[in-house]
């Protein structure tokens, strides 16, 4: 064979889609997803224990919903076997379009339920039901849009590119809440702790609502990709696999094990910091249960600064960790993490200064443990079961995590008399045990993505 031949057949080949396609097919579905997630994520604190549950103790209440939506989480493991299953046999394309389809009709379907007091348990039934489909389709919805991310990067960019989908978590979150803000102060309410009749009766079915448009537009883009060069050079040489699941639980356990705790403290912060943070933000400071004492309006204009932090070091995490490695700029940042869990007691007791530092700093280190996730869990599965491995990893940890860190949250909160103290000890948890998984891991900057 030539030098030139040779040359040939080692370089790296040209992206299947162009950058702009890439970054905004990544983008967009993850946003969606993520604005619909977060939809429900504040109407869980704002309206689903006053409309889907019997009338009587806030608290009990306030866990039946954050039950329902931990529910979600534990769907999410299967729509990643599911959607794994068909993205590593079938290719990305089709899978992404029907992920984005599920979670979109199951989030307007949402917005049109009948509560409580008109059909009784039925109402909590159904919402379980929607809630448990929403968790299905985000599981087949994150891996997807990282494999379209990571797979298309130029070389020495893939955790810039990876960081992509990763900020439609903010940018869906700044959506969401803001579009609730809007609705909140165009219905006001007359207490500041309780969203306005109105509001209660209809306003809160219009961010769900909202989400039908938007998934046309991501649908639109969506059905514009192509296939990555890795998954057709996968589908011609015949290495596809009949059953990924069989293979990457075979094969590649230590990497299912290591990618699920890799995640845990990510999962950990980013609940507490957006589902905990609002309800412990609006809760009366005269409470059986104190909390910060703030206005649903002013505490969730708080959030949104904070989350544009979020937003901001998503996107300073990718080259960083281009640079110096996923590893190595994650276990920085898992570090920070449990000093901040270790800090939440004199950050919120210090006013409103001190609030607003724990909202950004908390945020700022979300968008640092994120932003690498999107390059980190792809890069540690061959092509043939990419989707499948990346994604149970990733959801397999939202159990450990998301699903129930807002629950043993506010169990703690009340434990602690109000205080946050427990809390961040259970970050700070949730951090050590990360830590110790990127301590006994591998870099993965350099390995080939097309292997």
């Given at each position: 064979m030539s030098i030139s031949a040779t040359q040939a057949s080692s370089a790296p080949s040209k992206p299947a889609n162009s950058r702009g396609r890439v970054i905004f097919a990544s983008l967009v579905g993850t946003t969606i997803e993520f604005?619909?997630?977060?939809?429900?994520?504040?109407?869980?604190?704002?309206?689903f224990p006053h409309l889907f549950f019997p009338a009587g103790d806030e608290t009990t209440a306030l866990l039946s919903s954050f039950a329902v939506f931990g529910a979600a989480m534990v769907a999410r493991p299967v729509g990643s076997i599911v959607f794994g299953h068909l993205g590593d046999k079938h290719g990305r394309k089709v899978t992404l379009v029907g992920a984005l389809l599920t979670m979109g009709v199951a989030t307007f379907l949402i917005g049109v339920l009948p509560t409580y007091e008109q059909v009784g348990w039925i109402a909590a039934a159904l919402l379980v039901l929607m809630r448990l489909a929403q968790g299905f389709a985000l599981g087949g919805e994150w891996s997807g849009a990282a494999l379209v991310?990571?797979?298309?990067a130029p070389v020495g960019k893939r955790a810039w590119y990876g960081t992509f989908p990763q900020l439609g978590a903010p940018i869906g979150f700044i959506i969401a809440n803001g579009l609730f803000l809007i609705i909140a102060a165009a219905l006001p309410s007359d207490d500041p702790s309780m969203p306005s009749e109105a509001f209660l009766e209809w306003g809160w079915r219009i961010p769900f609502l909202f989400s039908a448009l938007m998934v046309i537009v991501g649908l639109y883009v969506r059905l514009k990709l192509v296939e990555s060069t890795a998954f057709s050079k996968a589908k011609s040489s015949g290495t596809v696999q009949r059953l990924p699941l069989a293979t990457v639980f075979r094969d590649h356990w230590k990497e299912l094990i290591l990618g699920t705790f890799f995640m845990l403290a990510t999962y950990v912060l980013f609940y507490l910091m957006t589902a905990f943070s609002l309800t412990y933000g609006r809760a009366?400071?005269?409470?059986?249960?104190?909390?910060?004492?703030?206005?649903?309006?002013?505490?969730?204009?708080?959030?949104?600064?904070?989350?544009?932090?979020?937003?901001?070091?998503?996107?300073?995490?990718?080259?960083?960790?281009?640079?110096?490695?996923?590893?190595?700029t994650l276990l920085w940042v898992t570090a920070a993490i449990i000093v901040f869990g270790l800090l939440w007691v004199p950050l919120t007791g210090g006013g409103l200064f001190g609030v607003m530092a724990w909202l950004i700093?908390?945020?700022?280190?979300?968008?640092?443990?994120?932003?690498?996730?999107?390059?980190?869990?792809?890069?540690?599965?061959?092509?043939?079961?990419?989707?499948?491995?990346?994604?149970?990893?990733?959801?397999?940890?939202?159990?450990?995590?998301?699903?129930?860190?807002?629950?043993?949250?506010?169990?703690?909160?009340?434990?602690?008399g109000g205080s946050p103290f427990w809390v961040g000890i259970y970050l700070s948890g949730a951090g050590l045990l990360t830590l110790i998984a990127l301590v006994i891991s591998k870099e993965t900057k350099d390995v080939d993505i097309e292997r």
């Open positions: 604005y619909d997630f977060y939809v429900y994520a504040t109407a869980a604190v704002l309206v991310a990571t797979e298309n009366p400071v005269d409470a059986a249960v104190p909390g910060l004492g703030y206005s649903y309006n002013a505490f969730v204009l708080m959030l949104i600064l904070g989350v544009v932090f979020f937003g901001i070091f998503t996107l300073v995490s990718g080259p960083l960790a281009d640079r110096f490695g996923r590893r190595k700093i908390g945020m700022s280190l979300m968008g640092f443990t994120f932003g690498p996730m999107g390059a980190l869990l792809p890069e540690l599965f061959p092509t043939n079961v990419r989707y499948t491995g990346s994604g149970i990893s990733y959801n397999v940890s939202s159990i450990l995590g998301a699903a129930v860190a807002p629950f043993i949250a506010v169990a703690l909160w009340t434990l602690g």
